[in-house]
């Protein structure tokens, strides 16, 4: 299996901030990469697929990026609603795998 | 718009079966992909299997053995079944729709999730 490893865990930011949050495979997966948001009680949210396309109706400061083994999750001004649980997904190969998470939490 | 709702029983003891039904809104079930993902108290995501064409499916290897999915066409649902259930199973179980974007695949559409406490 394809491990996805997270990072940071967490993360404390305030409203209007810029955050970054990291994740990186253990085998290169192009960019068969996507980021999710999750919310207790709420469905989870696609962000970005395929690394870097901005799912239709996300804002756009949300950006995705890299290639390989090692990609990003930019937030460039954060709002009260970003405050969430992050997860990266990976889709090279079966099992489709996960990282850990990042649980960003306001400052 | 797709909706997808999780239903099934909150508690199962341990060495019982788990079943899950996912009903689903706004999409037909034989032209899509659909999927079982779960996350356990405090920890990750975990993919279990997803089902294609109202029959070709694939599963984690790590659960295959332990894990069924099904389609009902006449009812837009989609089912889980997970044999044998220990308490490392309990979970929030959540149903999703699989978007394959050329090579990439990825989950568009969830359900709320639903918690499943295994338990005696």
């Known amino acids: 299996d394809i491990q996805m490893t997270q990072s940071p865990s967490s993360l404390t930011a305030s409203v209007g901030d810029r955050v970054t949050i990291t994740c990186r495979a253990s085998q290169s997966i192009n960019t068969y990469l996507n980021w999710y948001q999750l919310k207790p009680g709420k469905a989870p949210k696609v962000l970005i697929y395929t690394a870097s396309t901005l799912q239709r109706g996300v804002p756009s400061r949300f950006r995705g990026s890299g290639s390989g083994t090692d990609f990003t999750l930019t937030v460039t001004g954060l709002q009260p609603e970003d405050f969430a649980l992050y997860y990266c997904q990976q889709s090279d190969s079966i099992p489709y795998t996960f990282g850990q998470g990042t649980k960003l939490e306001i400052k | 718009q797709v909706q997808l709702q999780e239903s099934g029983p909150g508690l199962v003891r341990p060495s019982e079966t788990l079943s899950l039904t996912c009903t689903v809104s706004?999409?037909?079930?034989?032209?899509?992909?659909w999927s079982w993902i779960r996350q356990p108290p405090g920890k990750g995501l975990e993919w279990l299997a997803y089902?294609?064409?109202?029959?070709?499916?694939n599963y984690n290897p790590s659960l295959k053995s332990r894990v069924t999915i099904s389609v009902d066409m006449s009812k837009n649902q989609f089912s889980l079944k997970l044999d044998s259930v220990s308490a490392a199973d309990t979970a929030v179980y959540f149903c999703?729709?699989?978007?394959?974007?050329?090579?990439?695949?990825?989950?568009?559409?969830w359900g709320q999730g639903t918690l499943v406490t295994v338990s005696s």
């Open positions: 999703a729709r699989v978007v394959i974007e050329g090579y990439n695949d990825f989950f568009d559409y």
């Open positions: 706004g999409a037909s079930i034989g032209s899509n992909y």
């Open positions: 089902i294609y064409n109202s029959g070709g499916t």
